[in-house]
């Protein structure tokens, strides 16, 4: 693994950042957070930078697989979400979320460039990229978040599985997921729609607070 | 559009294309049903980015609070004013002139040519009014077409399939910033130094599907915020510029 943060070095460092929670009240801050910066507040700015940005930057890197270019991509995530905050509309759903999906779809639109592409296969070919947990906050709170996602994976077909996780952290189209499972591409799309409802139960989602 | 209710998942996945993102979208809007699984597959997935938590370098912060410090956010219901550093395709500002040579450089469009079944998916899907169908089809599915895509800096992006065989194209714009009131994007064929309009939006729209006439022999093509009637040449540098060839 070659990287560029070196975060893990240093016992505790992980403390000066919040951990991740999907706690009510935390998903409330998070909103009215949204909210003030969408009123220009740039102290509710460096609060919500705090929250979400090691989510942002553990999402970009995972499915970057690099973490130069996640450093670059996080930054252009969360100056979009400083920049087009009036957008985001509570009643649609929650702020993290919201961000999640900038964050997301940023980083899918760099691996489908020709250039990350090119980048991104040869670190694929070199082996550098088969430590997703790396360096990684020891936070119990994290730890189990990660169980808890882990356990409702588990819970899913292995074509369900295999579809969500190679399309979310990986960034494939669900055309090359199809390729990649040598499985029928209306089969792909209903797996990737099925397994998704499956964890939406699993993990308790819910849209109102 | 059979099944294109089985698309929620691959489409909050981002695992479809950008036709079938814009066709998607446009399903959502007439569905209410649709929109609440979408909301809640929303919850869900960001609930995987949750376990993703990954301490960021410190340089990140500074750089990103130095960055909001110097950018104008948008306000509710008015346009992203493209001001300087907004415009351009990657993060460089291109003159229509230069666009080409600029492009040639690799600024960040991607490039697939179209596959056998990625076209006959999109091609049921890419929507349009009822005569404009079957050309577009056709676009979509001529042995030459090639798929390229931008994304605009200050967000939301743009496609273009275009047939050199065909002299046609189709150009799908998707979640740009709504235009001031009274503007319009309007969409450009660019050689050398000539633009050619290729049609407009309807005004206050960010997003919409066009069919393009006259593909052929066009370097370029470009998306320009303009008076809602159109201007007879751009009057800015594109927010995005994409090679046909």
Redesign the interface.
């Given at each position: 693994m070659t990287h560029?943060?070196s975060?893990?070095d240093v016992p505790g460092?992980?403390r000066l950042?919040a951990?991740?929670s999907?706690a009510p009240d935390q998903r409330a801050e998070t909103d009215d957070l949204l909210r003030a910066v969408?009123r220009?507040d740039?102290a509710a700015?460096?609060r919500l930078?705090g929250l979400v940005?090691?989510?942002?930057?553990?999402?970009v890197?995972?499915v970057l697989r690099d973490?130069a270019q996640a450093?670059e991509v996080?930054?252009e995530v969360?100056?979009?979400v400083?920049?087009?905050?009036?957008?985001f509309d509570p009643a649609?759903?929650?702020a993290?979320?919201w961000v999640?999906?900038i964050?997301?779809?940023r980083a899918?639109?760099r691996v489908?460039?020709?250039?990350a592409?090119a980048e991104r296969t040869r670190r694929v070919a070199a082996g550098s990229a088969e430590t997703p947990y790396d360096?990684?906050?020891e936070?119990a709170a994290?730890r189990l978040?990660?169980q808890q996602?882990?356990h409702c994976l588990d819970a899913l077909t292995e074509v369900q599985r295999e579809a969500?996780t190679l399309?979310?952290?990986g960034?494939?189209?669900?055309?090359e997921?199809a390729g990649l499972l040598d499985t029928a591409?209306?089969t792909?799309?209903?797996?990737?729609?099925?397994?998704?409802?499956r964890?939406?139960d699993c993990?308790g989602?819910?849209?109102s607070r | 559009m059979t099944d294109i209710h089985a698309l929620a998942g691959a489409y909050v996945l981002d695992a479809v294309d950008d036709v079938e993102r814009a066709a998607f979208a446009r399903h959502l809007d007439g569905c209410e049903t649709c929109a609440l699984e979408l909301a809640e597959l929303r919850e869900t997935t960001a609930r995987l980015a949750d376990s993703t938590w990954s301490v960021p370098p410190p340089a990140l912060r500074e750089a990103v609070l130095a960055e909001i410090a110097r950018t104008p956010q948008e306000r509710p219901g008015r346009a992203a004013r493209s001001g300087p550093g907004h415009v351009g395709v990657g993060r460089r500002r291109l003159a229509v002139a230069a666009a080409a040579v600029l492009l040639a450089g690799g600024a960040g469009a991607a490039t697939w040519v179209t596959q056998e079944q990625r076209v006959r998916d999109a091609r049921t899907e890419a929507g349009a009014a009822r005569e404009e169908a079957g050309r577009i089809r056709a676009v979509l599915a001529a042995p030459d077409s090639v798929v390229r895509t931008g994304a605009v800096t200050a967000g939301g992006r743009v496609t273009v399939v275009a047939s050199a065989s065909r002299d046609e194209g189709v150009a799908v714009v998707d979640g740009l910033a709504a235009p001031a009131p009274g503007r319009a994007y309007q969409l450009w064929l660019i050689e050398g130094a000539t633009a050619t309009s290729a049609g407009l939006l309807p005004a206050g729209q960010g997003g919409g599907t066009k069919l393009l006439s006259g593909v052929r022999g066009k370097g370029l093509f470009g998306v320009t915020e303009e008076p809602a009637g159109g201007s007879a040449r751009p009057t800015m540098t594109p927010l995005v510029a994409l090679a046909l060839t």
């Open positions: 560029g943060d975060a893990g460092r992980s950042y951990v991740p999907t969408a220009g740039e700015f460096e930078y940005s090691p989510r942002v930057y553990g999402l890197r995972r973490p450093e996080a930054q969360l100056v979009e400083w920049r087009t905050a009036a957008r649609k759903g929650s993290t979320a999640f999906t964050a997301h779809r899918v639109d489908r460039s020709e250039q592409g360096e990684v906050a936070e994290v978040e990660r996602v882990r969500i399309a979310y952290y960034g494939h189209s669900y055309r997921v591409l209306p792909v799309k209903s797996r990737m729609r099925d397994g998704l409802l964890l939406r993990l989602v819910e849209l | -």
